[in-house]
């Protein structure tokens, strides 16, 4: 079945996919249409190969139903979690599988963005504290291949005019000089101005259309006289993104359905979640739900240092913290929850979240 056909009868247009039907397989593709709706690239492999045998249990929630499992000639273990809701109860646009692999997509196109700038020698800078939603999605888009273009076009123009300015003493005194710098100059106005000039204006364009015609943010509503407002956020300071913090590696996607079910040994099998003795989460047996394969992080050592790095670049990146997260979704450093994200695209982004930075007790 496609997920993705069947997402798309149920909610029409107002609809926006989020899975791929591309294998993942090499690094993804990072324009600025790719983060403004990013999807999940497949894992490669089906459930077919799983041996359940061996599987365990690891964990189950809200969300939904995660193991650990081996697929066949494969002596790595993965974590394989299955999302207990396949459509939005409510809303086409925020639930757990949509919110999962939207952050897995972004993630992974922000640290394959950030290996290309330093193969090129061309650091990611950004502002650090994020004021507003428009402010942290420009961060987002700063990973974006035509940012990154626009990024280079102004260093060269930088380049550029700082060679014409060693130009100018160089005229009388020494001809051969002066005519290497002319070379110089040229080379460096064709290699990179003549390329971008036009793909940047249109950037440009659309960015000053995209903050001039945005409606009220969801984020900052419209301020009664005499009610309380939060305190303006510190004011932002300039950080260069060269790195990216451990990291679960995500796999991708798979379909899962009935027949997965029905092949697992007993104890092992997702029937339902339930609070206080009443089912909140059960599997449709008729229908196929969202899996993504990650990872198996077995340790759950942390310490403040690592999830507060973490939590840094998250926020210099554009994302928050839910409000729920908690010290069991972190292991070795690495968050293992990528619910727990929240990014500048997600209705519950806010603003006033980019501080809560450390929640492990000490």
């Known amino acids: 079945?496609?997920?993705?056909?069947?997402?798309?009868?149920?909610?029409?247009?107002?609809?926006?996919?989020?899975?791929?039907?591309?294998?993942?397989?090499?690094?993804?593709?990072?324009?600025?249409?790719?983060?403004?709706?990013?999807?999940?690239?497949?894992?490669?492999?089906?459930?077919?190969?799983?041996?359940w045998d061996e599987a365990i249990v690891l964990g189950v929630g809200l969300d939904g139903h995660v193991w650990r499992v081996r697929f066949?000639?494969?002596?790595?273990?993965?974590?394989?979690?299955?999302?207990?809701?396949?459509?939005?109860?409510?809303?086409?646009?925020?639930y757990s599988a949509r919110i999962e692999c939207q952050n897995n997509a972004l993630?992974?196109?922000?640290?394959?963005?950030?290996?290309?700038?330093?193969?090129?020698g061309e650091p990611i800078v950004l502002g650090d504290r994020p004021e507003n939603r428009l402010v942290a999605r420009h961060n987002l888009f700063s990973f974006c291949d035509e940012y990154r273009g626009r990024a280079r076009q102004k260093r060269l123009q930088r380049f550029a005019k700082q060679a014409e300015q060693a130009l100018e003493p160089?005229?009388?005194?020494?001809?051969?000089?002066?005519?290497?710098?002319?070379?110089?100059?040229?080379?460096?106005?064709?290699?990179?101005?003549?390329?971008?000039?036009?793909?940047?204006?249109?950037?440009?364009?659309?960015?000053?259309?995209?903050?001039t015609e945005q409606p009220n943010r969801v984020d900052e509503p419209e301020r009664k006289p005499g009610s309380f407002r939060l305190p303006p956020p510190p004011v932002s300071k300039p950080v260069k993104i060269d790195s990216v913090p451990p990291l679960v590696r995500c796999y991708g996607w798979l379909p899962f359905g009935s027949k997965d079910i029905r092949k697992m040994p007993r104890q092992i099998?997702?029937?339902?979640?339930?609070?206080?003795?009443?089912?909140?989460?059960?599997?449709?047996?008729?229908?196929?739900?969202?899996?993504?394969?990650?990872?198996?992080?077995?340790?759950?050592?942390?310490?403040?240092?690592?999830?507060?790095?973490?939590?840094?670049?998250?926020?210099?990146?554009?994302?928050?913290?839910?409000?729920?997260?908690?010290?069991?979704?972190?292991?070795?450093?690495k968050l293992i929850d990528y619910s727990d994200l929240m990014s500048p695209f997600s209705v519950g982004w806010s603003r006033h979240r980019w501080h809560a930075r450390s929640f492990l007790k000490s």
């Not at 409000?323 to 292991?331: K, M």
């Open 1 to 51: 079945m496609d997920m993705e056909k069947f997402f798309g009868q149920l909610y029409g247009s107002t609809y926006h996919p989020f899975l791929s039907e591309d294998l993942m397989e090499g690094p993804p593709s990072c324009t600025k249409a790719d983060f403004k709706h990013p999807r999940l690239r497949r894992y490669p492999f089906d459930l077919e190969t799983v041996n």
């Open 72 to 94: 066949q000639d494969d002596e790595t273990y993965y974590a394989l979690k299955v999302f207990w809701i396949n459509r939005p109860p409510q809303s086409p646009h925020e």
């Open 107 to 120: 993630l992974q196109m922000v640290e394959t963005a950030v290996q290309n700038a330093n193969m090129m």
């Open 170 to 211: 160089a005229k009388d005194t020494e001809p051969v000089l002066e005519a290497e710098l002319v070379k110089m100059v040229e080379k460096v106005k064709q290699a990179g101005l003549a390329g971008e000039v036009k793909q940047v204006k249109q950037v440009e364009h659309r960015e000053r259309t995209e903050y």
């Open 269 to 333: 099998q997702p029937y339902a979640y339930e609070r206080k003795g009443v089912t909140v989460r059960r599997l449709r047996d008729s229908e196929e739900h969202v899996a993504i394969v990650y990872e198996y992080v077995p340790g759950d050592k942390n310490t403040i240092e690592d999830v507060d790095q973490a939590i840094f670049f998250f926020h210099c990146v554009g994302f928050h913290m839910n409000a729920f997260t908690h010290e069991r979704n972190w292991r070795e450093g």
